[in-house]
């Protein structure tokens, strides 16, 4: 639960109220006094208050119309990540509302509830500085971002807890420090260490909520705006089981989709993040890069301003928002830090990054360093004069292909492979961190997740990815990584365990270099290694020594990529497949689809660790959740029980060869 409240030096007494999410209000919302705190904490509105923008609801603006953000300051969009040890320690995240930096923010915290009689520990952030992918982020920081089309700057802030107890609950207050301060705060529980029970939860493709959403703050529905993923973020803190909240979210990338709405990002970005902080305030959620985290403004590839005029900015090849398109997010969050140092000199820090709890690795990873389909990123507002006066010429793409370094193709297993004296460094960090956890006796699984998918069958949707499949596929083989999650696709599907690449399977659609429609081509499609899965308690139980599952949880509430494809000689499914750059130019028939769900393109998904007692032992039982399709404003019931149910692990009984 996340608290408010703001202090007025003139009172002594406080209000408080409960709004429909559960969110308790404690404070002075008298005017426009208020205004801040009612929009920023939970982004639903108070009895009587206005926030900025909601006092009506206007459709998606014009993409090269800037929205205005607030002037208050009152803290929002609080959220946590883990710091480089789950157990010890966790970041604690938020932002002010709009353009007006906080005049002294803090944050207090203790593992009692945060009084007057118990201030706890307060940690004092320094001014911000705008935002340096060169410098090392510090423990305490407020960190400043100007968008490069609205011209809006924004500011986030950040402090790293450390030394702190495993598995111990902690409270914080964090307050802008205005002269009638607005304070807001929750609590969270760190990781236990060891052989231990957990849960963990995933979703990527989210989106935010419409104007016509309560939740809404800017009053406008965006692009990718959409009511389920109120629901989607619901179910994170109450999922439908009824075994309690898990003790983090994995966001499988695509957040806000801020790109598509060029002209008023940082806007999309504060509707989105006021809902998620429903429950991102709680626990951690550790996010992923997707491709519409990378938006056009006006600075090189390397996040550095355009020196001359603006509007000469684009055409002189400076249109990324900040480093790489990814500004917003390398501000908005502070993950744990993977000490890798790009070839442009700057930090990679929560590009990829990995975290262990109890007996299981998670390794995050950037696939836009990879895969073919570079088409769609950031193109929308390409031909447009925005806010600032820059000038995105029409035609560029936000492309991030190797962004991290090269790979060059390795014919013997068709494969990418780190190259030269600018070799890709987030694969060389992915192999040296997959090798070091097979080596370490303290893990049993690996769960590596993504946003862009190696395996789907999605007909309208954006297909398979070879990129994924050369790169990385023959790291996650090699070293038998357990689970790979991804989004990307706007649907849920699951792959049989796979190992290794079948025999050219593919056909030509779209004639490229030499190959003409209907030539064979090589997709190094993975090779199914059973199909027919042991049993425990009545749950289907896959032995993932015997290969990776690929999971497709892109349900978190934009729309929908249904339905799937399907081949029409035999009604099995079938696969569309990025070969090139220039689109989906080959189809495979897809024996590794296993699990789909042509009824729901939105859900959740849960996972619970069990350790067993024996190093090996681990197991993670999955549950895919459905969530209802909401209508703007409207509201839905959320399922009891599970639309699937597996169990993964590593010394279950083998299945039979396929």
Same mark, same amino acid.
């Given at each position: ?35 801040? !705190? ?21 459709? *998606? ?58 201030? #706890?520990? =307060? =940690?004092?952030? &320094? ?54 301060? /607005? ?17 963990? %939860? ?14 809404? =703050? ?65 626990? &951690? ?16 590839? $390397? ?11 684009? $055409? $002189? ?18 993950? &744990?830090?993977?000490? @890798? ?18 007996? @299981? ?7 836009? *360093?990879?895969?073919?389909?570079? %088409? ?42 780190? *190259? #030269?004296?600018?070799?890709? =460094? ?15 006796? /303290? ?31 023959? !790291? ?77 949880? #892109? ?99 083998? #299945?039979?060869?396929?």
């Amino acid at each position: 639960m996340i608290s408010v409240r703001r202090m007025d030096k003139d009172k002594e007494t406080q209000s408080e109220a409960t709004d429909s999410a559960g969110i308790l209000r404690r404070g002075f919302l008298k005017g426009a006094a208020g205004l801040g !705190l009612a929009a920023g904490v939970a982004g639903s509105v108070a009895e009587g208050i206005v926030a900025p923008g909601t006092a009506y609801a206007a459709s *998606d603006p014009a993409k090269n119309i800037s929205v205005p953000l607030p002037t208050t300051t009152a803290p929002e969009q609080l959220h946590l990540q883990w710091g480089a040890d789950p157990a010890r320690s966790v970041t604690v995240s938020w932002l002010a509302p709009g353009t007006v930096a906080q005049p002294a923010p803090k944050l207090a915290y203790s593992r009692e509830p945060i009084t007057a009689r118990n201030p #706890g520990k =307060v =940690v004092r952030l &320094p001014e911000p500085e705008p935002l340096d992918l060169r410098r090392p982020r510090p423990e305490a920081a407020a960190t400043s971002f100007t968008d490069g089309l609205s011209g809006e700057t924004t500011y986030h802030y950040h402090v790293q807890l450390q030394d702190l107890e495993p598995d111990t609950t902690y409270y914080y207050e964090v307050s802008d420090g205005a002269a009638s301060p /607005s304070v807001a705060g929750a609590s969270f529980t760190t990781a236990p260490t060891g052989r231990a029970r957990f849960r963990f %939860s995933s979703f990527g493709d989210v989106g935010e909520p419409t104007s016509g959403s309560d939740i809404n =703050v800017s009053g406008y529905t965006w692009q990718e705006s959409n009511d389920t993923c109120v629901f989607t973020v619901d179910a994170v803190e109450d999922p439908g089981d009824g075994l309690g909240a898990p003790l983090f979210h994995l966001l499988n990338g695509d957040l806000c989709y801020g790109n598509l709405d060029p002209g008023s990002t940082p806007s999309v970005w504060r509707d989105f993040g006021v809902n998620v902080a429903r429950s991102a305030a709680n626990r &951690p959620w550790m996010p992923a890069i997707g491709n519409h985290e990378n938006e056009f403004g006006i600075c090189d590839h $390397a996040g550095h301003p355009y020196q001359g005029p603006v509007s000469a900015a684009g $055409a $002189a090849g400076s249109y990324y928002n900040g480093p790489y398109g990814n500004g917003h997010y390398h501000s908005r969050f502070l993950l &744990p830090d993977n000490h @890798v140092r790009n070839h442009d000199g700057n930090r990679l820090q929560g590009a990829f990054y990995k975290f262990q709890v109890g007996t @299981v690795l998670f390794v995050s990873v950037d696939a836009d *360093d990879v895969i073919y389909q570079q %088409s769609n990123n950031a193109k929308t507002g390409a031909g447009d004069t925005f806010a600032t006066g820059a000038v995105i010429p029409a035609g560029v793409l936000g492309d991030n292909l190797q962004y991290t370094g090269t790979l060059a193709f390795e014919a013997s297993d068709n494969s990418l492979v780190p *190259d #030269g004296r600018t070799a890709n =460094v987030q694969a060389i960090w992915l192999e040296q961190t997959l090798a070091e956890a097979r080596r370490d006796p /303290s893990v049993d699984m690996i769960v590596v997740y993504m946003h862009q998918v190696a395996m789907s069958t999605a007909l309208n949707g954006n297909g398979s990815d070879m990129g994924i499949r050369q790169a990385w596929a023959p !790291l996650f083989d090699r070293y038998e990584v357990d689970l790979v999650l991804s989004g990307h696709e706007h649907n849920y599907e699951r792959s049989y365990p796979v190992r290794g690449y079948d025999k050219p399977s593919g056909t030509v659609t779209t004639a490229f270099g030499s190959y003409a429609v209907g030539d064979t081509f090589d997709t190094r499609r993975p090779t199914v290694q059973t199909t027919e899965p042991a049993e425990i308690n009545g749950i289907p139980a896959w032995n993932t020594r015997q290969g990776t599952v690929y999971l497709v949880l #892109g349900g978190g509430g934009a729309a929908s990529t249904l339905p799937y494809q399907t081949d029409p000689a035999n009604g099995l499914p079938q696969a569309n497949v990025w070969v090139t750059h220039n689109g989906r130019d080959a189809v495979e028939d897809a024996p590794w689809s296993a699990g789909r769900d042509p009824g729901d393109a939105y859900g959740y998904a849960i996972f619970d660790v069990d350790p067993g007692h024996r190093p090996g032992e681990t197991t993670i039982t999955f549950k895919w959740f459905q969530v209802p399709g909401a209508t703007s404003g409207g509201t839905v019931t959320l399922p009891t029980a599970p639309y699937e149910t597996h169990v993964f692990g590593r010394k279950l009984p083998l #299945g039979q060869p396929a």
